[in-house]
């Protein structure tokens, strides 16, 4: 199958930590209003985001419902994107 896009657009300041499937920083820090990011390396990814209402992920161009998954305003959670599709 062909690779999936995953995008990450931060609409203000938030704290992520995402590692791909082999434990490898694929964004880590801060990022701030107006940051966008394409994640590469090897789905799964664990995802960390603080301030996650702040954040808005994208797969294939298809929005990801990340609110689902935060608790407070932290987001913890697996992603696979070839399963979220």
């Not at 657009?9 to 791909?20: E, K, L, M």
């Amino acid at each position: 199958p062909a690779p999936v896009e995953v995008v990450l657009v931060f609409d203000g300041p938030c704290w992520v930590d995402i590692r791909d499937a082999t434990g490898e920083f694929k964004l880590f820090g801060e990022m701030g209003k107006g940051d966008r990011r394409v994640l590469g390396g090897s789905p799964p990814y664990s995802i960390i985001i603080g301030n996650a209402a702040a954040a808005t992920i994208r797969i294939d161009g298809e929005p990801f419902d990340l609110a689902s998954r935060a608790r407070g305003n932290v987001a913890r959670f697996t992603l696979d994107p070839t399963a979220a599709r």
